[in-house]
């Protein structure tokens, strides 16, 4: 839509329009003006970081989600969606990441549910439903008995049921969200040929991912998005990585991050070999104190399971331990609090605050033993301490007996992290830190961030954002599929580089 | 939070008193009621204000009452323990069995208090150590324990318990105060003191709002959740000395539906069945309007299976009502 390809002869009018499409959440811009057009019998690729705005789109088009302003045409008339089922009822169907199917319910059933074939007195027809299930299963060259009940499926087979279900209801348009995200290389190839099947049949399909490779294996089309806007778009065969790294990525940092230069003293954690069955592999890496280490990677790299085994949460199954030069053995929580290692959670809902109990007692959890004397709680040192770090926080809340779950999500992310500090911890590892925070509360636990590891504190920082990774580490670790595959200094990084190792795409020329 | 002005602001620690809190309490609902069913039955029945009749009217409730207090901690930590009457219908059964043995009163306690712990930590084990949801445990349990009762029983009883073993149920502490009222009150105390005063009593609140972020505050949850299913299985082991006492005989349908009682009074004592709140004194101030209400029917003859419908209709109502009194309350602040 920015440079119209004027090689292509097949360019015919979209299925889908949308234009000045915007949306906002409390404190976050989701969408701003995204303009996409979507083509029958063609894959459209919608390419982005994690919080670009590709979800919400989704949302949107499905009906889950209405947008503040813009239009949605479909074919050419102007149409809104109101609830999921006025989408559904236009044609549009998504497949997610995990799509909601019914383990107990048989295939035939888990793809005509809510509009079965009914028989004259209004029951389910059965044998039709077999019949009909039986032939959109073959469509798509799926070998599944329509009878089969779904937990006896595997992962691959149940997307074909999604994908069966997506077409029964005579969807005009797919959306794939990371369809391929846990499936084998086998399953992959396998969802490519019924993509082009699809196709074929003259679907217009949306194919959301942000693997490199796929998008110049399938689509045809693509569009990047950032910061909730499309930045750049066009045919993926007039393109190539570097451009699409390039747009990803923008020019620009507008945000300001005030990492001050800290001394950086000698290691305080040394991790080798580290390993779990499933999430990750023969991890190694040293951490200084002082440091700010960035984690970077793709979700699913294998980046917040590390941080629950170093926190006694997961069990690593191999691979050594030191602090401060000795080793140590972590198996719970309490272990890793009484080593000096915190853990602020990403699920800061479920893992990090506890709704229902006042504020001054969520910071004092972990600090009982200190605030209490002979196992009776002194709640004047409770409150003492709860204010010291809160106003070293700068939370914002009327008072410090209110439920901490009455706080905006930033206010509770400094309750977290105050909670964390009053037990004056060597090693904090922050797990998205500012994920779904608002912009003032996100630039306060940065700033507070720098002055801890100005302060000697040694710090590990998860995150998928870009600008914050490189605003405020000293160090970056790139991680892919569970394993390392970058550990790159501050001098000289660039978020092309990070995209590149953490997207597994070898430098090009 | 538009403001761009980001002055360090003093965050006050209440914005009201614990009094003024207190008064707007469930707890002082609860008083109100209790004092209402008093004077009811005051006017219903002119037996009810004679001190002895109304000390009569406490063994209605203490031993239920002994149990709720152990029952209001599982609770308030999002767990539930359901076989507590079987678990005294096993410990009296033990009892009878020591009793055959020729055990004397003190071995007698030894074993309703051992037995009782053994069975608490039976429960404990499963839901923690096997991470197995406590309600499903303890309907399982609760068909176990008195199961193995009605094995060693059959139609049998066991009878004639030394005389000075029936002081736990029968002995007056100090004039018309019984020996169960006294041990209730220092049972409670106990127990207000654990729930809210000891750090351990805070666990009990965090694991109760959020297990997740409790585990993930470095709270051995699994170790607190045994601990309060050995302490329910000890207040059932306690119940069991009283009540078998105070009947001076064991059968194995002792004590049956105890357990839907006590968590009636539990739940009208403010403890929510979600988990996550409520005190110690609400469940005190409920265990006292309970019996209250068991003496008023007996008092103008109301027949057992109207209490046992009204019972019902309760443990409804008082699950019900905290949540429309909260929701009501939560739109006053709003």
Redesign the interface.
């Known amino acids: 839509m920015l440079h119209a390809p004027s090689t292509s002869i097949r360019a015919k009018t979209p299925l889908l329009t949308l234009s000045g499409i915007s949306k906002g959440f409390p404190g976050v811009r989701a969408l701003a003006g995204v303009a996409l057009e979507i083509f029958p019998g063609e894959v459209t690729a919608l390419i982005g970081e994690n919080g670009a705005g590709k979800s919400t789109l989704v949302k949107i088009l499905t009906g889950i989600y209405q947008p503040d302003a813009g239009t949605i045409r479909l074919g050419g008339a102007e149409v809104s969606f109101r609830a999921a089922h006025d989408a559904a009822a236009a044609g549009i169907t998504a497949i997610h990441q995990e799509t909601v199917l019914f383990d107990e319910l048989s295939v035939a059933e888990n793809i005509f549910l809510g509009h079965a074939p009914r028989s004259r007195f209004g029951l389910i027809d059965w044998p039709a439903m077999r019949r009909n299930a039986a032939a959109l299963l073959d469509r798509i060259g799926a070998r599944i008995a329509p009878e089969t009940r779904l937990r006896d499926l595997g992962l691959a087979s149940r997307h074909l049921v999604a994908i069966a279900r997506a077409l029964s209801v005579e969807a005009r348009i797919v959306i794939m969200d990371e369809p391929t995200a846990s499936l084998s290389h086998k399953e992959i190839a396998e969802l490519y040929e019924l993509i082009e099947r699809l196709k074929a049949e003259g679907k217009a399909i949306l194919f959301i991912s942000h693997k490199f490779e796929e998008i110049f294996r399938i689509s045809d089309r693509y569009c990047v998005f950032r910061d909730g806007e499309c930045v750049g778009g066009g045919m993926t065969a007039e393109t190539d990585h570097n451009e699409l790294v390039r747009l990803m990525v923008g020019r620009s940092v507008d945000q300001i991050f005030p990492k001050t230069a800290a001394e950086i003293g000698a290691p305080v954690l040394s991790v080798s070999g580290y390993s779990h069955p499933t999430e990750f592999e023969d991890i190694g890496f040293e951490l200084r104190r002082g440091e700010i280490l960035g984690f970077y990677g793709l979700i699913g790299a294998g980046r917040s399971e590390i941080m629950q085994a170093l926190f006694g949460i997961t069990r690593a199954s191999s691979g050594t331990l030191r602090i401060d030069g000795k080793a140590a053995r972590i198996r719970t929580p309490a272990e890793a609090i009484a080593q000096g290692i915190v853990y602020v959670p990403e699920e800061r809902g479920q893992q990090g605050t506890i709704a229902g109990l006042p504020i001054f007692q969520n910071i004092t959890l972990p600090s009982l033993a200190k605030t209490s004397r002979a196992g009776f709680i002194r709640l004047a040192e409770e409150f003492a301490l709860a204010r010291e770090y809160t106003a070293r926080l700068n939370l914002r809340a009327a008072a410090l007996d209110r439920d901490v779950g009455t706080l905006s999500g930033g206010n509770q992310q400094k309750v977290v992290i105050a909670k964390w500090l009053a037990t004056r911890p060597k090693i904090i590892i922050l797990d998205e830190p500012t994920k779904g925070v608002d912009i003032g509360s996100k630039a306060a636990i940065h700033a507070f961030m720098s002055e801890l590891a100005a302060r000697g504190l040694s710090i590990i920082m998860v995150s998928s954002e870009i600008p914050e990774i490189l605003g405020m580490s000293d160090r970056v670790i790139v991680m892919r599929e569970g394993r390392i595959v970058a550990s790159l200094p501050r001098e000289g990084l660039g978020a092309e580089m990070l995209v590149r190792a953490a997207a597994g795409i070898r430098e090009a020329a | 939070?538009s403001s761009a002005k980001?002055t360090?602001?003093?965050?006050?620690?209440?914005?009201e008193s614990r009094f003024a809190a207190g008064l707007k309490s469930w707890e002082m609902l609860l008083i109100a009621v209790a004092l209402a069913v008093f004077a009811v039955n005051a006017l219903a029945s002119p037996h009810f204000l004679n001190p002895w009749n109304l000390s009569d009217a406490t063994f209605n409730f203490t031993e239920k009452a002994m149990i709720a207090m152990a029952m209001a901690l599982l609770i308030i930590a999002g767990e539930i323990d359901l076989s507590v009457a079987a678990i005294i219908a096993l410990a009296s059964t033990a009892m009878g069995l020591a009793l055959q043995f020729g055990a004397d009163t003190p071995v007698l306690v030894l074993t309703g208090l051992a037995t009782g712990l053994l069975c608490g930590a039976f429960n404990g084990l499963l839901v923690s150590g096997f991470a197995l949801p406590s309600i499903v445990v303890t309907i399982g349990t609760m068909s176990l324990f008195r199961g193995i009762a009605y094995i060693i029983l059959g139609d049998q009883a066991f009878t004639g318990y030394p005389s000075e073993f029936a002081y736990f149920g029968q002995g007056y502490a100090w004039w018309v105060f019984s020996f169960e009222l006294a041990l209730f009150a220092a049972i409670a105390l106990a127990f207000g003191i654990l729930l809210h005063?000891?750090?351990?009593?805070?666990?009990v609140?965090?694991i109760?709002?959020?297990p997740?972020?409790?585990?993930?505050?470095?709270?051995?949850v699994a170790r607190v959740k045994f601990i309060l299913f050995l302490l329910t299985g000890l207040m059932s082991g306690i119940a069991a000395i009283c009540l078998t006492s105070r009947l001076g005989s064991t059968r194995p349908s002792i004590a049956l539906g105890w357990e839907l009682e006590v968590v009636t009074m539990v739940v009208l004592g403010g403890v929510s069945i979600l988990g996550?709140?409520g005190s110690i004194l609400g469940v005190v101030i409920a265990a006292f309007i309970m019996g209250m209400v068991t003496f008023g029917f007996g008092l103008v003859n109301v027949p057992g299976i109207v209490m046992s419908i009204f019972i019902g209709l309760l443990l409804i109502a008082v699950i019900a009502a905290p949540i429309l009194w909260r929701r009501l309350r939560g739109e006053g602040f709003a």
Not at chain 2, 212 to 220: E, P
């Open positions: 939070m980001r360090p602001m003093v965050i006050p620690d209440r914005l005063a000891t750090s351990f009593g805070r666990l609140y965090a109760g709002n959020n997740t972020g409790a585990l993930f505050s470095g709270i051995r996550g709140s």
